[in-house]
């Protein structure tokens, strides 16, 4: 059985709920990545914060992305995955929330992330073509 925790690219840098978008945007450009979790006071997962995030949902709505903070933009529960969750779970979650990439967790801590690239590099052809039209409607 092929696990979650098989095929995450570990050890995740977050971006603190308490930084700015500009801040956000840095690591993203350093890192070359296009979304980052956003982690609390405590170090737990609050949200995910995507490139597009903040260019929608910051810079068209005329907000100032030096000023606004990652947890601003956190909304609701974060979506993720146990490390020990099978591949179909993964997949499964991946495709109903409609998202590329799914953090994930163990022991209450981020430990990795999947992405849409880990899946093709792990499950049938199949199962990536389905994910990947699931995610993209």
């Not at 603190?16 to 350093?30: C, F, G, I, N, S």
């Not at 405590?42 to 990652?70: F, H, Y």
């Not at 801590?109 to 880990?118: A, H, N, T």
Request: charge should be negative; charged fraction near 20%; hydrophobic fraction near 40%.
């Amino acid at each position: 059985m092929t696990t979650a925790q098989d095929i995450m690219t570990p050890a995740p840098q977050c971006v603190r709920h308490d930084q700015t978008l500009v801040d956000a945007a840095r690591m993203m450009a350093t890192m070359d990545v296009g979304s980052l979790p956003i982690c609390g006071p405590e170090g737990k997962l609050v949200g995910m914060l995507t490139d597009r995030d903040i260019v929608v949902r910051c810079l068209a709505a005329g907000d100032d992305p030096s000023a606004v903070t990652a947890g601003e933009l956190a909304e609701g529960k974060p979506t993720y995955v146990a490390a020990d969750a099978d591949i179909s779970e993964v997949l499964r979650v991946m495709q109903e929330q409609q998202i590329r990439r799914v953090p994930v967790i163990e022991d209450h801590e981020l430990v990795g992330i999947i992405s849409q690239g880990d899946i093709s590099l792990s499950a049938a052809p199949s199962a990536t073509g389905e994910t990947v039209a699931q995610i993209s409607q």
